[in-house]
């Protein structure tokens, strides 16, 4: 009688502690869906984080030469979303709204973005012809 109360009572347990992890995970996919224009938003914000992470890795001409492609690449695509509506640079800040709940992921990838193309401009001279190149194309998105 005491074996089955004692397994009556862990199941019991173990049931009440299974509806409230399925519970929790249920209020997690209640977070609202990204915007169209969230959406666009955060491929901006990767973009982004690519380009200063690619600058980060250039350490000479040599690789500079293999991110430059990728830079101009990631320029293009930057500047495509840039006229599909997402704001860029000092946009950011006149065109918030577009941005929603992104804006502080924005606002941060802006910023890493520009102080490492301030530090790879100081050094263009050094990275050659082709780096040179994609940072003027990067140059040409909205400041």
Known sequence: ??????IA????????LGCKSRSKGHADTTTPALTPQETLAQQAIDLLNQATELMKSVRDRTTADE???????IARQLLDLNRRGVPLGSQVRENSQALGRLLDDMEKAVQRYADMAVRMVAQENVLGPEFQ???RELGKLPQ
């Open 1 to 6: 009688m005491k074996l089955c109360l004692f």
């Open 9 to 16: 009572m862990a199941l019991v347990l173990s049931l009440s």
């Open 67 to 73: 991110a430059a492609p990728k830079l101009k690449t």
């Open 133 to 135: 190149e994609a940072l």
